[in-house]
């Protein structure tokens, strides 16, 4: 054989047919097992993205006027965050009725249309669930790991698997509590987004003697080199020898936001556990398992959900 064939033979398959793909039953891995899920939903060549002209016309074709966004359908069916379903269709992996869509503006019938992306019909008729994971430190909150830490698939029975939880927000490696798992990719959006101003409680260990000033100084508000942050909320629960127990809330979403507080003003945090969403607390649930949430909790992360911003229909 040639030196030319040769080069020709260990040529990369294209990146389409080496992505990932949807695991047989009994099999691990597939679309959503890398850390960002909703970005590995591939398991056909995707299509290219159509003309201009094309498009205008597949919009026209599937365009309901009183029908729910198209990004709503999709996060509402758990694909993704409602944001991330945004990016799916501007990037021409979505079909409604055969026809790509790349315009988020686009509103449909979902009792009418039959939904793919990247090939893959997605079921419109989702029965939601919602999930409290109390996370021990040392598990990475994602749904595997490269490098073969612990996740948060390491705690799921089949039938999470199956429905496709995913987690709302995230939760530092070393970093204990309170997760919420859930298929609802609309509400997991609304909780996520600053605007809405999800308060989160934590207990926190640090190191030192943290004075009743210092608590109050971090309700005043303290500067970070990513801006100004407060607390809604910190109280001193007690010391002993050189660490003090102290219980924060606040709604900021912002990464490491509270190891961050407790580094700025020379207590460094020890230990930090999410104790509280809302008025959903984790109470004396052992960690590494997770709990169905019952009606009223579910009723109340819908009110945190709603009312605090402009409603996108």
């Known amino acids: 054989m040639t030196s030319s064939g040769k080069r020709r033979q260990n040529k990369p398959a294209p990146r ?5 793909r949807t695991p047989n039953p009994g099999q ?3 679309p959503f097992a890398g850390e960002h899920p909703e970005r ?3 398991s056909q060549p995707q299509r290219s993205k159509p003309r201009q002209d094309e498009a205008e016309a597949n919009f026209e074709a599937v365009h309901t006027p009183d029908g729910v966004r198209l990004q ?3 996060a509402q069916a758990g694909v993704a965050s409602r944001r991330v379903c945004e990016d799916l269709i501007a990037e021409g992996r979505v079909s409604v009725d055969g026809k790509v869509v790349v315009e988020p503006g686009v509103r449909v019938d979902p009792q009418q249309v039959t939904i793919h992306v990247d090939g893959v019909q ?3 008729d989702v029965e939601h669930q919602y999930v409290m994971f109390n996370k021990p430190a040392k598990v990475m909150s994602t749904m595997s790991d490269p490098e073969g830490r612990r996740s948060i698939d390491d705690f799921l029975n089949s039938e999470q698997r199956r429905a496709r939880l995913f987690h709302v927000g995230r939760l530092d490696y070393d970093t204990e509590g309170l997760l919420l798992l859930t298929n609802d990719g609309e509400l997991a959006n609304r909780l996520s ?3 809405y101003e999800v308060p989160k409680t934590y207990l926190v260990e640090a190191a030192g003697s ?15 080199e990513d801006g100004p942050i407060a607390a809604d909320t910190c109280r001193i629960l007690g010391s002993a020898g050189r660490r003090t127990m102290v219980e924060v809330t606040l709604h900021s979403g912002r990464n490491r936001i509270v190891r961050r507080m407790f580094e700025a003003i020379g207590h460094p945090v020890q230990r930090l556990v999410r104790t509280g969403i809302g008025r959903i607390t984790i109470g004396d649930q052992p960690q590494g398992t ?7 909790e579910i009723g109340h992360l819908r009110d945190l959900a709603s009312g605090t911003a402009e409603e996108r229909s």
């Open 290 to 296: 997770l709990r169905s949430l019952g009606p009223q």
């Open 40 to 42: 590995l939903i591939v």
């Open 16 to 20: 389409a047919a080496r992505a990932a």
């Open 28 to 30: 691990r891995g597939g």
């Open 210 to 224: 943290v004075s009743k000033q210092t608590a109050k100084q971090l309700e005043r508000g303290i500067e970070l």
């Open 122 to 124: 997605v079921n419109l």
């Open 72 to 74: 709503k359908v999709l």
């Open 193 to 195: 987004h600053p605007s």
